[in-house]
């Protein structure tokens, strides 16, 4: 007679959702340890997922200065991205990007160093460069680039390494037992290497 005026208990996964993931990584050049990278996936129910992707660095080689920190956030839906920000703070101003899921298209601002882009996009984007960082990306032919508002070409060169190509720029995803083990951003100058700290 009193169990009649409660509501039913919620779900387990409402009253605890799944604990975040979180995958942190050294950058280093020239072998010299110049900053950190931390991905973060943290469930937020059944349906929605946040991913935070934060980068820091520093590099100072003679003449040679770099000082870099991003912050990218991802909000995911049913494997639908709703909403991306990126803010950077570097030594040549700030910058941010935004890509915003508007119900029909995508609104996409992406102010940059060196790099301006405004646009539309009518399809929903299901996988960008934040989720390689949780899963080889078998399968996708692209990823979509948070920090450009435009997606990279992906493709593999073998079962654990891949090509991520954008407007000349080339980076390398190698994987061991499906993790992202080491990162390879090629540079003219010197390659920055992104290594999983386990």
Do not use: C
């Amino acid at each position: 007679m009193f169990g009649s005026s409660f509501p039913p208990p919620a779900p387990a996964w409402a009253q605890h959702p799944a604990p975040a993931e979180v995958r942190r990584y050294a950058i280093e050049v020239a072998g010299l340890r110049v900053g950190t990278m931390t991905a973060t996936r943290h469930p937020l129910s059944a349906t929605e997922v946040r991913y935070t992707l934060v980068s820091d660095v520093q590099v100072n080689f003679l003449l040679y200065h770099l000082n870099v920190y991003y912050k990218v956030v991802n909000l995911v839906r049913s494997g639908q991205l709703l909403l991306s920000t990126v803010e950077a703070h570097t030594n040549q101003g700030d910058f941010a990007s935004r890509t915003e899921w508007k119900g029909d298209h995508y609104d996409i601002v992406a102010n940059q160093y060196k790099h301006f882009y405004r646009g539309t996009l009518p399809e929903p984007i299901r996988y960008t460069v934040t989720d390689m960082f949780f899963g080889a990306p078998s399968g996708q032919a692209q990823a979509y680039g948070e920090y450009f508002g435009d997606y990279f070409m992906l493709s593999p060169t073998s079962s654990s390494i891949y090509q991520a190509r954008r407007a000349g720029r080339e980076d390398e995803y190698r994987y061991a037992n499906g993790q992202l083990a080491t990162i390879i951003k090629k540079n003219p100058l010197k390659n920055f290497i992104i290594r999983w700290q386990p």
